[in-house]
């Protein structure tokens, strides 16, 4: 057997040339959601976003975090980076209550995140 050398950039699993870092703060942060949604554990790294607030939002009749802008607000959550296609896979998970944007963090990193679509 011949064992060849994985390409910088990419992983066993797939190509992860295109990692995408995404804030963390609710359901997303469970390892047994993140392997239901795009099929591996994320430990991520802790940050917080300034300028918003943890709320609530009932879809189908259960209850699930969600952030809104407060100018006074923090959240704690994580980063973690994901492929596109996991991106894809999330965006799918979070349903049109949420929409996805690009903030800034404390830590001076940009990352998506998914707020309430108003």
Same mark, same amino acid.
């Given at each position: 057997?011949?064992?060849?050398?994985?390409?910088?950039?990419?992983?066993?699993?797939?190509?992860?040339?295109?990692?995408?870092?995404?804030?963390?703060?609710?359901? +997303? $942060?469970?390892?047994?959601?993140?392997?239901? /949604?795009? *099929?591996?554990? =994320? #430990?991520? !790294?802790? @940050?917080? %976003? &300034?300028?918003?607030?943890?709320?609530?939002?009932?879809?189908?009749?259960?209850?699930?975090? +969600? $952030?809104?802008?407060?100018?006074?607000?923090? /959240?704690? *959550?994580?980063? =973690? #980076?994901? !492929?596109? @296609?996991? %991106? &894809?896979?999330?965006?799918?998970?979070?349903?049109?209550?949420?929409?996805?944007?690009?903030?800034?963090?404390?830590?001076?990193?940009?990352?998506? /995140?998914?707020?309430?679509?108003?």
């Amino acid at each position: 057997m011949i064992l060849v050398p994985a390409a910088a950039g990419k992983s066993i699993r797939g190509v992860m040339e295109n990692k995408n870092k995404l804030f963390i703060y609710g359901t +997303l $942060i469970d390892p047994e959601i993140q392997e239901l /949604v795009w *099929g591996r554990k =994320i #430990k991520g !790294t802790a @940050d917080i %976003l &300034k300028g918003y607030k943890k709320s609530k939002i009932k879809i189908d009749g259960a209850i699930y975090p +969600l $952030i809104v802008l407060s100018k006074n607000g923090k /959240v704690e *959550g994580l980063v =973690i #980076k994901v !492929t596109d @296609d996991e %991106l &894809k896979k999330i965006d799918k998970y979070e349903t049109d209550s949420y929409k996805r944007i690009e903030v800034d963090l404390e830590s001076r990193k940009s990352a998506w /995140v998914y707020v309430k679509n108003y």
